[in-house]
């Protein structure tokens, strides 16, 4: 089973340009979740998707950052402008419906995109 | 009050010692309880899951939970080299559709 693909693995650039992150969930997964996660912190939830709906997206900065998951599988976050605070990972998870308590909880993770915002 | 605290370390150990980690959370409601591991420029990856008080073991590692203090614990014996990572706690609440809470994660070094 193919895990959880993300790109580009890194990406340097200057503050207020642009940049978008893909993800590719696993196969068969409806819940999608990009996590922030700043050097020496753990992973802070930026928006959930269930198929291509947001359950949850209170914690993006909506001013600068959008998502969207057109088809219910891949999915994009865009960051426009960037600020030099944006420099972090940025984590893309995916969970499917599981048939035990176990499996509906477990998150798999991608590698990440490592942003630098110079 | 942050959600879980978890000492940040780092923490470095000679190889075989036991190591133990340990993160503290402010919510009752929380009910499930994982460890994850990350790998130097690696996405965090499924270690231990536990979702009820007491003891849980898998080879070298045993999660521990203490609902009552609010307490949860990693405990690995006989630690290797190929255990340095960062560990990170995360919480989340009985519904399955609910987001995890981590940790800072504790950044582990085993010296051979």
């Known amino acids: 089973e193919a895990g959880v693909a993300q790109s580009p693995r890194y990406k340097i650039i200057e503050k207020r340009q642009s940049v978008a992150f893909w993800c590719n969930p696993i196969?068969?997964?409806?819940?999608l979740y990009w996590y922030q996660q700043i050097l020496g912190q753990g992973p802070k939830l930026l928006i959930q998707?269930?198929?291509?709906?947001?359950?949850?997206d209170s914690q993006l900065p909506k001013d600068r950052f959008s998502a969207e998951r057109l088809k219910g599988v891949d999915s994009t976050l865009k960051i426009q402008p960037a600020k030099l605070e944006d420099s972090a990972v940025y984590l893309c998870?995916?969970?499917?419906?599981?048939?035990?308590?176990?499996?509906?909880?477990?998150?798999?993770f991608g590698a990440g995109t490592r942003l630098s915002v110079l | 009050q942050k959600e879980v605290e978890q000492d940040p370390g780092p923490l470095s150990v000679p190889e075989g010692a036991i190591v133990s980690l340990n993160c503290t959370y402010s919510n009752s409601a929380f009910q499930y309880f994982m460890w994850y591991r990350q790998y130097s420029r690696k996405g965090p990856e499924l270690l231990m899951y536990?979702?009820?008080?007491g003891n849980k073991e898998d080879g070298r590692f045993t999660a521990q939970v203490d609902k009552s203090s609010k307490y949860i614990s990693l405990f690995i014996r006989d630690s290797q080299p190929s255990d340095s990572a960062t560990y990170l706690c995360?919480?989340?609440?009985?519904?399955?559709?609910?987001?995890?809470?981590f940790g800072k994660g504790t950044r582990l070094s085993v010296i051979a």
């Open positions: 196969s068969g997964h409806a819940t």
């Open positions: 995360a919480i989340s609440l009985p519904s399955g559709n609910t987001p995890l809470v």
């Open positions: 536990t979702y009820s008080s």
């Open positions: 998707f269930q198929n291509n709906g947001v359950v949850d």
């Open positions: 998870a995916s969970r499917g419906l599981g048939q035990t308590t176990l499996a509906k909880n477990i998150q798999y």
